[in-house]
């Protein structure tokens, strides 16, 4: 089968390989049967194999998209008369804090500037005066901005106060190489269609099982989103709760097959190749970043619109399109913005090609080349 190559660079899901697009076909199944469970058993090991963890790790799988972690993560661990306290600096931990609100839950939000690294004695301070915090919360890489946040640093924070730190890992996990004993990480999350390069629908939970055995007597907020029933589920029967994404699931088999293939760090040095490409370029046509590249992640670029009567994003975006490339708008109040992300399946190569398409696109619309701005 002769599958159509597109190059995402928007912030997931992820250009993939065609092995693994095909790995969803298959003869239909019940996930009932024991086939299936023996699948995704060795799956939730290689889950916690990919961030370093040992037995006392343990990975907990949901259908769902990646929000799905962040409610479930917020919503299952915090014990009664416990206040979430939570990094806020970019639209995803904004996302958490939003969850926070919805159950009721007791928070104390730390706000942060968007695009520098945040004040560790603000977090500090935070956790010495209320000693009522159950856990700490932080965006591992912000993905609307591009935003790396020193995780191993507040980690080592909320554990010199017998905290337990919670980690968005999302736009990370399988990139960026990540231990959690070594990063101070009692908690990460992702879905299946980012750093693993598999399809939408499957998402996971990394963490330390003592605390989700723990989590066992804490309040129970959601019947379907609540981490201790899904890992029990698990532990007693090899399968989720209910019906699981069944062809995503054998996607994320393969995905992981090719993820260990590669390697973690030939493949986050090939993340890293495709970044340098999309900097070369931007440069090149004298387009600005929202974010200086020493707080970045090196995964998401933010580039500020050209101030150009002719810029119109939606323009060049249907031009790039067209010719099977994806960029996707930006998430900063204030700034219009677009995003070029070095996620997936991807090489040097397709971004040495999407800037030739890019370039064609500003010349059709008639935007100056190098760029502008005021
Ligand atoms: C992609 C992403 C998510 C999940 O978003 P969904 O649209 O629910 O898949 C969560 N956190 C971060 C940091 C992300 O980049």
Redesign the pocket.
């Known amino acids: 089968m002769n599958i159509k190559r597109n190059i995402l660079l928007n912030?997931?899901p992820s250009t993939t390989t065609d092995t693994v697009k095909m790995a969803q076909v298959v003869p239909d199944i019940c996930p009932r049967e024991k086939e299936f469970a023996g699948i995704m058993a060795p799956m939730r090991e290689d889950l916690v194999r990919i961030v370093h963890g040992g037995s006392d790790y343990t990975s907990v799988l949901f259908c769902g998209?990646?929000?799905?972690c962040?409610d479930i993560a917020l919503n299952s661990l915090l014990d009664e008369g416990k206040k979430a306290l939570v990094i806020n600096n970019g639209s995803?931990s904004e996302?958490a804090c939003d969850v926070c609100r919805y159950y009721g839950l007791p928070l104390v939000e730390i706000d942060q500037p968007i695009d520098e690294k945040p004040d560790l004695s603000v977090i500090e301070n935070a956790l010495k005066s209320d000693p009522d915090i159950g856990y700490v919360y932080v965006?591992?890489?912000?993905?609307g901005t591009g935003l790396l946040n020193p995780v191993r640093e507040i980690g080592e924070i909320a554990h010199r106060y017998g905290k337990f730190l919670i980690t968005?890992t999302?736009?990370a996990y399988a990139m960026i190489p990540i231990n959690v004993h070594e990063d101070n990480i009692d908690f990460c999350m992702a879905?299946a269609?980012?750093g693993i390069m598999g399809m939408?629908g499957l998402?996971y939970i990394v963490g330390r099982r003592n605390i989700i055995e723990k989590s066992k007597d804490f309040p129970k907020r959601s019947y379907y989103c609540n981490l201790y029933m899904q890992y029990e589920y698990f532990e007693k029967t090899g399968e989720m709760h209910f019906t699981p994404p069944v062809q995503t699931i054998y996607a994320a088999k393969q995905a992981l097959i090719e993820y260990f293939e590669e390697g973690e760090e030939p493949k986050w040095a090939r993340h890293t190749r495709v970044m340098n490409a999309i900097r070369a370029g931007i440069d090149e046509l004298g387009l600005h970043e929202a974010l200086s590249r020493d707080v970045q992640a090196g995964l998401v670029a933010a580039i500020e619109y050209p101030d150009d009567p002719n810029w119109d994003f939606d323009k060049i975006h249907d031009y790039c399109y067209e010719r099977g490339f994806t960029i996707y708008p930006g998430k900063m109040q204030n700034k219009g913005t677009f995003r070029l992300c070095a996620l997936g399946a991807i090489d040097e190569q397709d971004i040495k090609d999407f800037w030739a398409v890019f370039k064609d696109a500003l010349k059709n619309a008639g935007v100056a080349v190098p760029v502008k701005y005021m």
């Open positions: 912030p997931g998209s990646g929000t799905i962040i995803y996302r965006t591992y890489h912000e993905t968005d999302t736009s879905s269609q980012k939408t998402s």
